[in-house]
């Protein structure tokens, strides 16, 4: 059911992160969190913030995208 589904949404992105493949931001769309909380998600399993200047250049285009 959903709770299956949001399992899987978490293993993709954490998978996604750690490969460098998906941006903070793109795994805080995937699983609906903010920027901060899907940080956090990331954290409680241990790893840690990979931000790059990419990724907040990323980040700050989508937010603009999605306020225009």
Do not use: H, M, P
């Amino acid at each position: 059911g959903a709770n299956l589904e949001r399992v899987a949404q978490e293993a993709l992105a954490v998978e996604g992160y750690r490969s460098g493949v998906l941006s903070l931001g793109e795994v805080a769309e995937i699983l609906n969190l903010s920027i901060n909380d899907a940080d956090g998600f990331l954290k409680e399993r241990g790893i840690q913030s990979l931000i790059t200047s990419q990724d907040l250049k990323a980040d700050t285009d989508r937010l603009l995208k999605l306020l225009s």
